[in-house]
């Protein structure tokens, strides 16, 4: 499977594949190390049960609002050997809507409590910070920033009602390229009893980094567990590769790490 490659201005990637690399700076000032003999190795494994089972017929995916997951964690190294952080929204209410699922997220850290509506096609039409009485908070620029950064990972994670097969590419939506990963299914499995689509997918994003000289490449790779009656991906494991250029062309070196988003 080929990546997708995009020209873009690197901080606008800073998030990578659904959510995927956080605080760029803090890596790029990391010392670079040598590559693995497959950085792709990096990424951690999905939680699965039980053999990968070939795909004969398309898999009709989602349909549903949301499952039976209480929240929804991130864990991102954001130093080489570090142990890595969490971040986690927790689910604290759920309502059935007429075509869709109305959420109440909470992030314990911050209190930032969040009121999403997710269709059943899979569309996000609402996603927005909420006072405890259910009313609008007045402006915060860090609140926003936040909510905003949240959204784009929800998002991510939402796939639209569609069909996969184990013969095409799909695309899954990726912060800062226009046209996205590009993904294959390796096969169906279960997490929690849950049926799972398993797929491979990958973006490469390049450009100048705002604000300096150096030019940088991201290479992101990702095993992703696609829920089949949600279309939400339920699990993913995904190595960055970062690696930056001095103005002469000369690479500064290579960083890459481990990062994980799980629906618990």
Do not use: H, K
């Not at 190795?41 to 949301?66: E, F, H, K, M, N």
């Not at 300096?212 to 993913?236: K, Y």
């Amino acid at each position: 499977m080929n990546a997708t490659a995009c020209n873009l201005p690197l901080r606008r990637a800073r998030r990578g594949f659904a959510g995927g690399v956080a605080l760029l700076a803090a890596l790029l000032a990391t010392p670079a190390r040598a590559e693995t003999a497959d950085w792709r190795s990096a990424a951690p494994l999905l939680p699965l049960q039980g053999a990968i089972r070939q795909i004969g017929t398309p898999i009709p995916i989602g349909g549903a609002g949301w499952g039976p997951w209480r929240s929804i964690c991130r864990e991102q190294t954001l130093r080489p050997g570090r142990p890595p952080q969490r971040d986690c929204l927790a689910v604290a209410e759920v309502r059935p809507e007429r075509g869709g699922t109305r959420l109440l997220l909470v992030q314990d850290r911050t209190g930032l409590r969040i009121a999403a509506l997710r269709g059943t096609d899979g569309r996000i039409s609402e996603f927005a910070a909420v006072q405890p009485d259910g009313s609008a908070p007045p402006p915060d620029e860090a609140r926003d920033a936040l909510l905003v950064a949240w959204r784009a990972q929800f998002a991510t994670l939402s796939l639209s009602v569609r069909q996969i097969t184990g013969r095409e590419d799909f695309a899954m939506r990726v912060e800062g390229s226009t046209r996205g990963g590009s993904c294959r299914a390796e096969g169906v499995s279960t997490i929690a009893q849950r049926s799972v689509v398993v797929a491979r997918c990958a973006v490469e994003l390049a450009g100048r980094l705002r604000g300096g000289d150096s030019d940088a490449r991201v290479a992101i790779f990702a095993r992703v567990a696609i829920d089949v009656a949600t279309g939400l991906v339920s699990a993913q494991g995904y190595a960055t590769r970062i690696e930056t250029f001095a103005a002469n062309g000369r690479s500064n070196g290579v960083v890459v790490t481990p990062s994980r988003i799980v629906l618990e």
